[in-house]
């Protein structure tokens, strides 16, 4: 791990195509997702003397820069530069999940549709927590949010997710501790 004063934005080369697999899964375009990921780069260089790394090389980089792309999607957003996912191209789609994609092809395509109609909060936290493999707290602090609401928000997306991929399949309803009896 190198000290602080040796770490540089060169750091964030390694880091590149985790942080553009994130956002092609979130924008759902690659055209998308390469305009996201090099405006978190250059927001990443400008603010470079903000980072303060909060536990190990590089993961503490790659949450940070979790953090930025997060906010910068966000307020596109907001701003209506950036627009709520539309679906895959599905030439593309299925390479990102898989390195052969032809004997999963249907299901890939089934699994990006449904990542597509889920709201924007929704597939965030699934991503992160599922894809990237944070945390339930790394999330949250990466997305600015209470653990609670990343934990319901994760609860949510995951029946969304299975319904949209077994519409008929019956609605799980929330798990409630059994009754007891009090004498």
């Known amino acids: 791990e190198p000290p602080m004063d040796d770490l540089r934005p060169e750091a964030m080369v390694p880091l590149l195509p985790r942080l553009r ?52 999607y966000l307020n596109g957003l907001r701003d209506g530069r950036e627009h709520l996912m539309e679906p895959w191209d599905e030439d593309q789609g299925p390479a990102l999940l898989q390195s052969d994609p032809t004997p999963a092809l249907g299901h890939a395509l089934d699994l990006q549709r449904a990542l597509a109609r889920l709201t924007p909060a929704a597939r965030e936290v699934l991503l992160l927590v599922t894809v990237e493999e944070y945390s339930y707290r ?46």
């Open 138 to 183: 790394e999330t949250a602090e990466i997305l600015d949010l209470p653990i609670g609401t990343v934990m319901s928000r994760l609860a949510r997306a995951r029946e969304q997710l299975r319904q949209h991929l077994d519409p008929t399949a019956p609605r799980q309803a929330p798990h409630t501790p059994p009754l007891r009896v009090v004498k």
């Open 21 to 72: 697999r994130h956002a092609r899964l979130l924008t759902g375009q690659a055209a998308r997702a390469d305009d996201l990921v090099q405006d978190t780069v250059e927001r990443a260089c400008r603010k470079w003397a903000l980072f303060s790394p909060r536990g190990a090389m590089p993961a503490a980089l790659l949450a940070w820069l979790l953090t930025l792309m997060h906010h910068l």
